[in-house]
């Protein structure tokens, strides 16, 4: 297996590409992932999520490292796949509101705000579609492939590109209003993190390590700290990705670098808190007192927010390729390669209980929203779960 990869990799930088998947860097990264994936056992009275409704909503991620995820805004369900088809769904029951094939190769989204859904594509583009019906408002061209979700504040429209540039965009017209240059490493893990953007501060995350606050009304900077620091004779070696979304929960940010640490920075000065040495490269989970990790060998962790000591850790899923956890309801929910959601206890992460979605597995993490779990399989397959007892 070992040899394989190398081979691929030596093939990929000879090639002049830059990139590694996930899948590749963390069996390199110093993850044996050789090792086979964690079986199945069986939970001791499971708890059983009640299914209200699934959907096949298009051919999903299309086998690609692409970053679709549904998002729910106002009672509406938005998600796209990989071919450009674009849904709106009752959040609730599941019944299409409308669909459109924007025929693009989309590569990331969709972003949600002010009646505007924005998509991210392989092409360097940036969509704007109307959230009432889908019509399309207007596309922009941005510098490279956009791997995050783009986002909104108020009127403006934020855009991180594989290359790792970030752009302002009018919201009404996708007119570039700022841009922030940013070069990326030799080496990267091929994906880009979302930023994350609150009260006219856009917090971004950089292949190099660094975390950065910029001005949404001008694209300065507000502050910059290095969250990780490249070490290591190798490019592979010295990879500090952050690729998992920066989280900014009460003022804070909380956020994930694969070969580095999980931090938290105050959001308006910058000032770093409390930091624990941690690889991940698909992001954490916040709730009102613990944060939740998903390490690169698919261990989940819960730290305390206020310290970042452990509170529990489960290994019970190494190497089935979890998603960042999410937090829901008394549960945290990870998706696995298998398409399996796992509901973990908030409490001592014991497993509780489990459901297969889709047999083509589960890149995305789950969404929690309004006591509803979102979850998008690779294949398109689109469930929505509530916990027994509840609507």
Same mark, same amino acid.
């Given at each position: 297996?070992?040899?394989?990869?190398?081979?691929?990799?030596?093939?990929? @930088?000879? *090639?002049?590409?830059?990139?590694? *998947?996930?899948?590749?860097?963390?069996?390199?990264?110093?993850?044996?992932?050789?090792?086979?994936?964690?079986? @199945?056992?069986?939970?001791?009275?499971?708890?059983?999520?009640?299914?209200?409704?699934?959907?096949?909503?298009?051919?999903?991620?299309?086998?690609?490292?692409?970053? @679709?995820?549904?998002?729910?805004?106002?009672?509406?369900?938005?998600?796209?796949?990989?071919?450009?088809?674009?849904?709106?769904?009752? !959040?609730?029951?599941?019944?299409?509101?409308?669909?459109?094939?924007?025929?693009?190769?989309?590569?990331?989204?969709?972003?949600?705000?002010?009646?505007?859904?924005? +998509?991210?594509?392989?092409?360097?583009?940036?969509?704007? +579609?109307?959230?009432?019906? /889908?019509?399309?408002?207007?596309?922009?061209?941005?510098?490279?492939?956009?791997?995050?979700?783009?986002?909104?504040?108020?009127?403006?429209?934020?855009?991180? =590109?594989?290359?790792?540039?970030?752009?302002?965009?009018?919201?009404?017209?996708?007119?570039?209003?700022?841009?922030?240059?940013?070069?990326?490493?030799? +080496?990267? +893990?091929?994906?880009?993190?979302?930023?994350?953007?609150?009260?006219?501060?856009?917090?971004?995350? $950089?292949?190099?390590?660094?975390?950065?606050?910029? *001005? !949404?009304?001008?694209?300065?900077?507000?502050?910059?700290?290095?969250?990780?620091?490249?070490?290591?004779?190798?490019?592979?070696?010295?990879?500090?990705?952050?690729?998992?979304?920066?989280?900014?929960?009460?003022?804070?940010?909380?956020?994930?670098?694969?070969?580095?640490?999980?931090?938290?920075?105050?959001?308006?000065?910058?000032?770093? /808190?409390?930091?624990?040495?941690? *690889?991940?490269?698909?992001?954490?989970?916040?709730? $009102? =007192?613990?944060?939740?990790?998903?390490?690169?060998?698919?261990?989940?962790?819960? @730290?305390?927010?206020?310290?970042?000591?452990?509170?529990?850790?489960?290994?019970?899923?190494?190497?089935?390729?979890?998603?960042?956890?999410?937090?829901?309801?008394?549960?945290?929910?990870?998706?696995? $390669?298998?398409? %399996?959601?796992? #509901? #973990?206890?908030?409490?001592?992460?014991?497993?509780?209980?489990?459901?297969?979605?889709?047999?083509?597995?589960?890149?995305?993490?789950?969404?929690?929203?309004?006591?509803?779990?979102?979850? %998008?399989?690779?294949?398109?397959?689109?469930?929505?779960?509530?916990?027994?007892?509840?609507?």
């Amino acid at each position: 297996m070992k040899q394989l990869v190398v081979t691929l990799l030596l093939a990929a @930088l000879l *090639s002049g590409c830059s990139t590694l *998947s996930k899948w590749s860097s963390s069996i390199l990264g110093g993850t044996d992932n050789a090792e086979p994936p964690a079986e @199945l056992t069986e939970i001791e009275d499971p708890l059983r999520l009640k299914t209200l409704w699934n959907r096949d909503v298009g051919v999903g991620v299309d086998k690609q490292f692409v970053n @679709l995820v549904p998002i729910v805004e106002d009672g509406r369900l938005f998600i796209a796949d990989r071919e450009g088809r674009v849904v709106a769904l009752d !959040a609730l029951t599941g019944e299409e509101l409308w669909e459109v094939e924007t025929e693009a190769p989309v590569s990331s989204g969709p972003g949600v705000g002010s009646g505007v859904l924005l +998509l991210g594509t392989s092409d360097a583009e940036v969509i704007a +579609l109307s959230a009432d019906d /889908g019509s399309q408002l207007w596309t922009s061209q941005v510098s490279s492939e956009v791997l995050a979700v783009p986002q909104v504040d108020i009127d403006k429209v934020i855009v991180q =590109s594989a290359d790792g540039n970030i752009v302002g965009l009018t919201l009404d017209g996708g007119e570039q209003l700022w841009i922030h240059d940013r070069s990326v490493p030799v +080496l990267t +893990l091929r994906g880009t993190s979302t930023p994350a953007v609150e009260q006219g501060l856009v917090v971004a995350g $950089f292949a190099n390590g660094k975390l950065v606050g910029l *001005s !949404a009304e001008k694209g300065f900077p507000v502050w910059e700290v290095s969250v990780a620091v490249p070490q290591g004779r190798s490019e592979i070696d010295r990879l500090v990705d952050i690729d998992g979304d920066p989280v900014i929960v009460g003022g804070v940010v909380y956020v994930a670098t694969y070969q580095g640490n999980i931090a938290v920075i105050e959001a308006s000065t910058g000032n770093q /808190g409390w930091q624990r040495d941690m *690889s991940s490269h698909v992001g954490l989970g916040v709730d $009102f =007192s613990q944060v939740y990790v998903t390490d690169d060998q698919s261990h989940v962790w819960a @730290l305390s927010r206020s310290s970042g000591a452990s509170e529990w850790k489960l290994d019970k899923l190494a190497n089935r390729e979890l998603t960042a956890p999410e937090p829901f309801d008394d549960y945290v929910a990870v998706g696995d $390669f298998e398409g %399996y959601v796992h #509901l #973990l206890s908030r409490y001592d992460g014991r497993i509780a209980g489990r459901v297969r979605v889709d047999k083509k597995g589960i890149q995305e993490p789950p969404l929690a929203k309004d006591g509803v779990l979102y979850v %998008y399989g690779n294949s398109g397959e689109l469930s929505a779960f509530a916990l027994p007892g509840e609507e």
